[in-house]
């Protein structure tokens, strides 16, 4: 037996993340770069793809590895809820949420969120990370786990959250001169 050929399977996953930008309606005078603005009482979508390049070698290369993954978790630096409004399932921050167990498809990649108004203005994480079927210790590794050890790949990306004034409207003044 000592002349067996060992095999070993390394399951292939791959992530990238965006975020839908409300640039429009965000009324900072100094909008944060390399930030999608998101705007307190609105929703946003949150783009995942499972495609990327992975290993230069056979069957890896660059495609789509979606049949590869478990489960896809996603984790706000802020408070959120699935879906246009908070009618949807409310999502606490800086917690790992199964996409899975919210019933959200490994291959769905357009998923709308929203932001409740008590969210504090400020600077904030979108983290993703998509889980290969034979995963049993979270090893992760950017965008793709190109290590063998590595059964995670993960990513993020920086969001502004901000609020905004509207119908605003001046109805008295005090001081005239």
């Not at 896809?72 to 246009?84: A, H, K, P, S, V």
């Not at 983290?127 to 190109?146: C, G, H, P």
Request: proline fraction near 3%; glycine fraction near 6%; hydrophobic fraction near 30%.
């Amino acid at each position: 037996l000592d002349d067996i050929n060992p095999v070993f399977v390394h399951t292939p996953v791959c992530v990238s993340l965006s975020v839908s930008d409300d640039a429009v309606h965000n009324q900072k005078p100094k909008p944060a770069n390399n930030a999608s603005a998101l705007v307190l009482g609105r929703s946003f979508t949150v783009n995942i793809s499972n495609s990327g390049t992975h290993r230069n070698i056979k069957g890896y290369q660059t495609r789509d590895y979606t049949k590869y993954i478990k489960d896809r978790e996603i984790r706000f630096g802020f408070d959120t809820y699935l879906g246009n409004d908070r009618s949807g399932i409310y999502l606490k921050a800086g917690t790992w949420h199964s996409l899975k167990s919210l019933g959200i498809s490994n291959s769905e990649s357009g998923i709308t969120f929203y932001t409740p108004s008590w969210v504090d203005e400020g600077l904030y994480d979108v983290e993703i990370r998509n889980i290969a079927y034979n995963d049993t210790v979270m090893n992760t590794e950017n965008r793709a786990n190109l290590n063998h050890n590595n059964t995670v790949a993960e990513t993020s990306v920086k969001v502004e959250v901000s609020g905004r004034v509207y119908d605003f409207a001046i109805t008295d003044i005090d001081d005239i001169s």
